[in-house]
């Protein structure tokens, strides 16, 4: 099974700053990588898949990157609408498919 | 538009079988490529896949749960059931079911909360 660490657990960013996650896979995923945002009481919502592509209706300011075991989101200027717990999401080797433990993101 | 929209029991007992629908619109799951999964989220935890299956009736699990776990379609309802036996207090979680392409979810249900409590 492919784990996925996410790093920080929490971070913490000012309005208009940018904002830099981490994702790490116990082994390689290729580009097979997806980025997704949750707001409490809410279901998950799809930003990123294939690591660096946008899902329809994401906006610009969301960016990935990274390939095999190392993977970056990006939010470039932080709105405040995109406080929320992001997660990574391996579906390179699978079953199982595997998501990260999660980054809380919070207003500074 | 694609919606999908979860039901089942809020509660249900340890040792019980629960089953889940997954009701869904927009898509058609006889079209080569489409699947459906289930995820849950224990209260305050991450996200963690349960199952999956396609189109054409190939179904997978998460290995460590395989042995509880059933998924079935009917194609002419638009469902997806899954069912989960023996059930356990640690299994109280937010259940979701979503669409898939590619292995990536792309839409999500509104997830349903179940307890298991005695």
């Known amino acids: 099974e492919i784990v996925m660490t996410q790093s920080p657990a929490t971070l913490s960013v000012s309005p208009g700053e940018r904002a830099t996650l981490s994702c790490r896979a116990s082994?390689?995923?290729?580009?097979?990588l997806a980025w997704y945002q949750q707001k409490p009481g809410q279901a998950p919502r799809l930003l990123i898949y294939g690591a660096s592509t946008r899902a329809t209706g994401i906006p610009a300011r969301f960016s990935g990157s990274g390939s095999g075991t190392e993977f970056t989101l990006t939010i470039s200027s932080l709105q405040s609408e995109d406080f929320a717990v992001y997660y990574c999401q391996q579906y390179n080797n699978w079953p199982p498919l595997t998501f990260g433990q999660g980054t809380r993101l919070e207003i500074k | 538009q694609i919606t999908l929209k979860e039901s089942g029991p809020t509660l249900v007992k340890p040792t019980q079988t629960l089953t889940l629908t997954c009701t869904f619109s927009g898509f058609s799951l006889s079209t080569s490529g489409v699947g459906v999964g289930w995820i849950r989220q224990p209260p305050g935890k991450a996200l963690e896949w349960l199952a999956l299956i396609y189109w054409d009736d190939d179904k997978r699990y998460s290995p460590s749960l395989k042995s509880r776990l059933t998924i079935t379609k009917d194609t002419s309802k638009n469902q997806v059931v899954l069912t989960m036996t023996n059930m356990d207090p640690v299994d109280t979680a937010t259940y979701y079911c979503?669409?898939?392409?590619?292995?990536?979810?792309?839409?999500w249900g509104q997830g349903t909360l179940v307890t298991v409590s005695s």
């Open positions: 979503a669409h898939t392409g590619k292995l990536w979810f792309d839409y």
């Open positions: 082994q390689s995923v290729s580009s097979n």
